[in-house]
Structures are given as C-alpha cells and as structure tokens.
C-alpha cells in the first residue's frame, strides 16, 4: 500500500497523524484490538495522506464499505483525500457541508 520510496511512519506519527486516543492507536497497531472502524480508518488515512486508491484498498482489506460518491459525505471525504487535506481540514469541509464529522 505505501508508494515506492515512502518510509514507514514512526508509530508515534500514525497516532498523532490520526488524531486518535494513544492507547486505543497502540492496541491497534499491537494487535492486542481488533476491527478498527471505518472512521479511524479514514482518520489514519487523511492524517498520513494517503491518496484515494490507498484509502479504499485500506477499507476494503478491513472488510469495510469502500468511499462511494454518491454518498455526499463520501464524496467529500474523496475530495479531502485528493486534494491532500488533512483529518482537521476535512472535519472543517464536512462540516461546513451539514455531514457527520470523522471522530
């Protein structure tokens, strides 16, 4: 999933890139919990920028719905990724368009 060339990010920079609680991010990442949902898993996927094929590749290998345009909040969650925003700036766009907040 990470582009040739890109190093692996320092656990420490995936949780602070997430925005999320610490000790729900290292469970995770240790294992110790299980099936993230779909919202930490977008949360990771704008705080470390990743494009939009990352991001539905990432869904979709979690067992989860991947981004669908017609879904309005969707939609702008895949504007957000493309144009590079982060998990603040996307929460900012969302909101300003009526839709539920990623958190």
Do not use: W
């Not at 610490?22 to 779909?38: D, H």
């Not at 919202?39 to 990771?44: F, G, P, R, S, T």
């Not at 990352?54 to 969707?74: C, F, H, N, V, W």
């Amino acid at each position: 999933m990470r582009p040739a060339g890109k190093a692996r990010p320092a656990k420490k920079d995936l949780i602070f890139a997430s925005g999320r609680e610490r000790s729900y991010c290292y469970q995770l990442l240790n294992g110790t919990r299980r099936n993230p949902s779909r919202d930490m898993l977008l949360a990771i996927a704008l705080g470390l920028h990743f494009t939009c094929d990352e991001t539905q590749t990432m869904l979709r290998i979690a067992g989860l719905s991947p981004l669908y345009p017609r879904i309005r909040r969707d939609a702008v969650i895949l504007q957000q990724l493309a144009a590079g925003k982060s998990l603040y700036e996307c929460n900012d766009r969302l909101a300003a368009c009526g839709e539920v907040m990623i958190g």
